[in-house]
Every structure is written in C-alpha cells, then in structure tokens.
C-alpha cells in the first residue's frame, strides 16, 4: 500500500509539473520540466534520468573502433568536429523499441546539420540488428559489439551499461556531455541536449 500511495503521489507531482510546463511552453513540456531544474540533473517519476555535463567537467574524448551492422567500420575519428548521439540497444529491449521512434524523430530533425547516430547494440547479430533499424525507421548504423567488443569498453568508464537504453550526447571534440539513462518516451529532451551541445561555442 505504502508504495503504491509513494507511486500515484509521484505521478500527481509529475502531472502537476508537466502542466506548468505546458503552460511555459505549450511545443516542448519535458523540455521546459528539464530547464527548470539546474541543468545537471533530472529525474521522472518513471526513473528516466538525465545528467547534463558543464564543459569545465567533461572527461577527455571517448576514442573508439567499431564493426557495424551494415558490414562497414567506423572509429572515432570518423565523427570528429560533430556531436554524436550513442545509443545502447538490443532488440529484445521492450524500452529500446519504444524509444526508436523518438531517437529516428531526432536524428531526422538533425540530419545535415553536424550531428550523427550511432547505435551500439549489445547483444544482436547484423541480421536482426538490421531487421530492427528496418521496422522502426532507424536510418543510422549500430556497432556489434558481438563481433567487437572493444566499443563496450570504451565506453564503459561512462555510463552504466546495464541499464538500457542508454544515450549519450557527444560534445565536437568526442567528449560525453550529457547522459540519458532509461526510456526516451519524448523526443524534445533529447532535441533540448542535441541542440545546447551543437551550438557551443
């Protein structure tokens, strides 16, 4: 009983919230919910959290090799002056397919405008791996780590990778600057982080 009261309390404070950010600003509520915050932290009554990074704090660059699911190599290097949005994934992830539909939203709002996607999926072969991107319109590639795991370990130092879907927002010079832990159920935080990390100067 305790925990149910704790739960329906949460989600009347959530709703509570998310109106006012309606009211703020009717285009992008989770958005306007996260800026009212202090820009380093946020968490929904749902547990998806959200870590913005200061420049000054930012770890050095994430240097990587991968092997994709369309048969092609990629590295680091190849996403150099762009910020890179990183998704862990696997298909059997019911939170990973709901998610896809807002990572393709945001990764088309994007397109051309120095930002890239790359998936990492964690357990899949490129038959499925592909299969996936194929159903939910997923245009980018995504790492094996089951042909190379070396991109998991990369990685690994940070983001707690046991608790996919995660995402990661790369700032221009490879470095993490915001993490997104858990389910992206709107696409206008992800937009909100994208955006802030492209127009740094």
């Not at 200061?54 to 996403?79: C, H, K, M, Q």
């Not at 949005?85 to 709901?98: I, L, Q």
């Not at 998610?99 to 930002?115: I, K, M, Q, Y």
């Amino acid at each position: 009983m305790t925990t149910n009261r704790w739960r329906r309390a949460a989600a009347s404070v959530l709703a509570l919230t998310l109106a006012a950010g309606l009211a703020a600003c009717t285009s992008d509520p989770l958005a306007e919910q996260y800026r009212e915050g202090d820009n380093k932290g946020f968490i929904a009554a749902d547990g998806f959290r959200v870590v913005e990074i200061p420049e000054a704090e930012r770890t050095n660059p994430i240097e990587f090799e991968a092997v994709l699911d369309n048969g092609e190599t990629a590295t680091s290097a190849d996403y150099a002056g762009d910020v890179l949005v990183v998704n862990f994934w696997y298909a059997a992830c019911a939170p990973c397919r709901v998610e896809a539909p807002e990572l393709a939203e945001v990764h088309e709002s994007f397109r051309d405008d120095g930002v890239d996607f790359l998936g990492v999926n964690l357990y899949d072969g490129a038959e499925a791996s592909q299969a996936f991107a194929e159903t939910y319109g997923i245009e980018y590639p995504s790492a094996l780590t089951t042909v190379d795991g070396s991109i998991k370990l990369a990685f690994a130092g940070e983001t707690p990778l046991n608790a996919v879907p995660v995402t990661l927002v790369l700032d221009r010079d490879g470095r993490v600057a915001a993490r997104l832990i858990g389910q992206i159920s709107d696409a206008s935080i992800l937009e909100t982080l994208v955006r802030d990390t492209r127009d740094e100067a």
